[in-house]
């Protein structure tokens, strides 16, 4: 069945709680938290003390989405204010598996994400030491752009590499997926849902879950 996860990005600040709440009662699967640093992407966003104080509203499972020049230096305080997954990105560290091993050091599970112009082949090799492929389907930096479609060879190919050399990496897309996209980009392969602004700014959030996983995933129809 595919999970969503909410980008809290898109939530409304002022009533966070409620935002968090309501996210958990519609059934969702974990949160996304994305973090910027206005160098590796052209905006800021939060850091650890508002990860630390979503942690202490809710229960979800927590997925720390790192657009950070130098993710290495945070890894300790993002896993001390609650992180249960921390994904970084390829374009900042091309021999990425030691980090993978300092994030599993830390108890937590190790991701790594590739932006829309990078090509798929350069991150599969690494995949081996990841539990999660977070493939951009927007350039990273703001919620509410519009889905790249040239995207979805892409989940299609990492979805063939992880099946044929028997892999346990979680495929995430991440950027503009919404209730319209969501059955391609769920037949081409992803396993997890983003979804920022389609999921705080739907009306029906419980329906819009409900939808989506209803939709299966191609490997639990074969
Ligand atoms: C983009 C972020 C995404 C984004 C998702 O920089 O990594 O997680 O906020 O939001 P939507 O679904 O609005 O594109
Ligand atoms: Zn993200």
Redesign the pocket.
């Known amino acids: 069945m595919p999970k969503i996860a909410p ?1 809290v ?2 939530a409304d600040f002022a009533h966070l709680a409620d935002d968090l709440a309501e996210a958990r009662r519609a059934g969702v699967d974990m949160l ?1 938290l ?1 973090i ?1 640093d206005g160098h590796f ?1 052209p905006n800021i966003s939060f850091g650890p003390n508002v990860v630390g104080t979503i942690n202490k509203l809710t229960e979800l499972f927590l997925d720390v ?1 790192l ?1 950070l020049s130098e993710p290495e230096k945070y890894f300790e305080a993002f896993v001390k204010a609650g992180a249960d997954a921390i994904t970084f990105h390829l374009e900042v560290h091309a021999e990425p598996g030691t980090y993978a091993e300092q994030i599993r050091e830390l108890g937590v599970r190790p991701g790594i994400s590739i932006n829309p112009d990078m090509d798929v082949e350069n991150v599969l090799p690494h995949l081996k030491h990841f539990d999660y492929l977070l493939l ?1 389907s ?1 350039f ?6 519009q889905f790249i479609t040239s995207v979805l060879p892409k989940i299609s190919r990492a979805r063939d590499y992880v099946d044929s050399n028997k892999l346990d990496t979680v495929i995430m897309v ?5 209730a319209n996209n969501a059955a391609e980009v769920i037949s081409a392969g992803a396993d997890i849902l ?6 705080f700014r739907s009306r029906d959030k419980i329906g819009l879950v409900e939808k989506v996983k209803k939709l299966g995933t191609p490997r639990e129809a074969s």
């Open positions: 980008s990005l898109a996304h994305d910027m992407v989405h657009m951009m927007v990273p930096g703001f919620g509410g752009q991440d950027g503009g997926v919404d983003v979804m920022g602004t389609a999921f």
